[in-house]
């Protein structure tokens, strides 16, 4: 069974960059597919924030462009986000997906931006 | 970007049917391919896919949820409307990056 599972801290302090990491079990993550990070803001708003693919290249939703990195650690069979300085509208429930469509979904984790 | 645009809630009675309506701001059709897709979600749950590809049922999604349409109209029906059906519905597409999503039409009892 596929499982996808995000960890990282639940509150960062404004203007510092907010880490998280998506373990996945049950499929290797070079074997095929993009692995996107999607966030959903206070008030249901949805946001592709973009995604790794099986081969290691990245797309990137041009609104962060210059904050975001995603990376992987294809030993751990995990990738990453990074965003760089954030605000409090960077306030959401991060996810991490399997392919667009996203066919295998995290449970997600509440990020909160505040000082 | 694509917009994608959904009404904000829609009211049904159970067992009734529920059409739920998406338009996109340019065409999200590729020749054949329609890239549009349906999600539910949940309170406190992660967006499980329910349509792919504008018409095509995700593994699991039972029968009673269909998706048609093509260029910049699409709709996600469901018939009959189930109690566990409550919820709030996405779509979202992959026509260009960024992959946009609609702002989700909550689906509520009438």
């Known amino acids: 069974e596929i499982q996808l599972q995000e960890s990282g801290p639940g509150l960062v302090k404004p203007s510092q960059s907010l880490s998280l990491t998506c373990s996945v079990t049950?499929?290797?993550?070079?074997?095929?597919?993009?692995w996107s990070w999607i966030r959903k803001f206070p008030g249901n708003k949805m946001e592709w924030m973009g995604y790794i693919s099986y081969s290691g290249s990245t797309n990137y939703n041009p609104s962060l462009k210059s904050r975001i990195s995603i990376t992987r650690d294809t030993s751990k069979n995990q990738f990453f986000l990074q965003l760089n300085s954030v605000t409090t509208e960077d306030t959401a429930t991060y996810y991490c997906?399997?392919?667009?469509?996203?066919?295998?979904w995290g449970q997600g984790v509440m990020v909160t931006v505040s000082s | 970007d694509i917009v994608l645009t959904q009404s904000p809630a829609l009211a049904v009675s159970l067992g009734q049917r529920a059409t739920i309506s998406c338009r996109a701001s340019q065409s999200v059709s590729i020749s054949r391919y329609n890239l549009m897709h349906w999600y539910q979600q949940k309170p406190g749950q992660q967006p499980k896919l329910l349509i792919y590809r504008a018409s095509n049922l995700a593994s699991g999604i039972p029968a009673r949820f269909s998706g048609s349409g093509s260029g910049t109209d699409f709709t996600l029906t469901i018939n009959p409307v189930q109690a566990d059906d409550i919820a709030t519905y996405y779509c979202q597409q992959s026509r260009e990056s960024p992959h946009t999503f609609g702002a989700g039409t909550k689906l509520e009892l009438k």
């Open positions: 049950g499929y290797t993550i070079t074997s095929g597919y993009d």
């Open positions: 997906a399997r392919s667009i469509p996203s066919d295998y």
